[in-house]
Every structure is written in structure tokens, then in C-alpha cells.
């Protein structure tokens, strides 16, 4: 049979119309399947940081060595925040390295609230009821971590015991935050009657702030 080229032209017309529908049908079917559902899944990651309360001296002790009493002057008063001519240091022989403190450091990870007792006041601790020792808390140089409520004035260990506490820093904070440090300087008066002395023990303690 003989076929014009209008009539095969129309006929591959057709046939490319047939085509492309036939495609779009079988694109619409695989749509209908790829959209028919989806799951979902949830996990979870659990870390705690833990808060740690803890305080350590990096300076523990204060020594003052053997003080001589000026019988003339009748008492002997010396400061660990001066150095050896500072008050009546130079009586002491243990003064040489002063200005001298203990020194409290924060290495936890929370700000601490810390305070500070004695086992022993001064008229005890020398026998005689005129002589006393006092402390203050300070800046030190370096690394000072007291953001309040630091107990910057000399005050006197009057009543002491198990439960009383004086105030030393209120908010010596962590390294987050900077500052970790106090330190603890002591004052003390002997009075020319004094017999005794010897080693006084001082107990630091923190509460979380």
C-alpha cells in the first residue's frame, strides 16, 4: 500500500502523541507509589555535668617563728600583710619572706560562698586575756576571684568552736568566670604578760553560692 508522506506524517504525529502520553501516565503511577507513605525516627544524646564543689589551699600556713616582746613598749603587734618592717614584724624571725597568707582557691566548677573558723582565740591562744588575733581576707595579685562580699577588715576570732564561722568571700567563683583566689592575711597582739603560743588551726568552708 502506498502511504503519502501527509498521510505517514500524520501518523507519526500520532504515534509521538501516543508516546508522551503513555510516558505521563507511567510517571504519574510511579508518583502515586513514591507518595504514598514515609517513617520517621527519633534518638536522643544524654550528657550531665555534674556541679562540684571544691576548695583547696595553695598556701597553707602563716609563720610568724619566735616573736620577742619589747618589755619597754610592753606588747608586740605584727601583720602578715606587711613585710619585715611593717608594725613589729622585724621582732618575729619568721618574717624575712613577708607579706605572707593563706590562700584559698575555688577548683570546682561552681561558685562557692566561703567562710572561716578558728580552733583557738587569741586570749587562749597566748594565756593572757589582753592579747588577740584577728584576720582579713584579701586580693592577691594574681588570679584574685572574690566577686563579693569579701571580709577586707581586720576582725578578732573571739568565739570560736565547730560552728562559727566567720565570713571570708561570699562569691569566690570558678576559672569560668575568670578569678579563682583569696587569700587570708592575720593580725595579732601579744601583750607583754603573754606565756604561751604555738600553732592555731584554721578550718576554710563552702556552700554553694
Known sequence: MDLSNKTLGLLLVAAIVISIGGT?????????????????????????????????LTNASIDFGDCM??????????????????????ECDGTLDFPD??????????????SVRSDINGT??????NSWIAYRAGEPALNF???NDL??????????GPDENYPFCGN?????????????FIQAYINAAATAGGVMTLTFEAEVN
Open 24 to 56: 505521563i501516565i507511567s510517571l504519574n503511577k510511579l508518583d502515586a507509589v513514591s507518595t504514598t507513605g514515609y517513617a520517621v525516627q527519633s534518638g536522643t544524646v544524654t550528657l550531665n555535668v555534674p556541679e562540684a564543689l571544691s576548695i583547696v
Open 69 to 90: 616582746i619589747n618589755t619597754t613598749r610592753g606588747f608586740n603587734f605584727v601583720d602578715s600583710s606587711l613585710d619585715v618592717t611593717g608594725a613589729n614584724n622585724a
Open 101 to 114: 597568707s593563706i590562700v584559698v582557691r575555688n577548683d570546682g566548677n561552681v561558685n562557692a560562698n566561703v
Open 124 to 129: 587562749e591562744f597566748f594565756n593572757e586575756q
Open 145 to 147: 576571684g572574690c566577686a
Open 151 to 160: 571580709a577586707d577588715t581586720f576582725t578578732n576570732f573571739t568565739v570560736v
Open 172 to 184: 569566690l567563683t570558678t576559672s569560668v568566670h575568670g578569678g579563682t583566689d583569696a587569700e587570708l
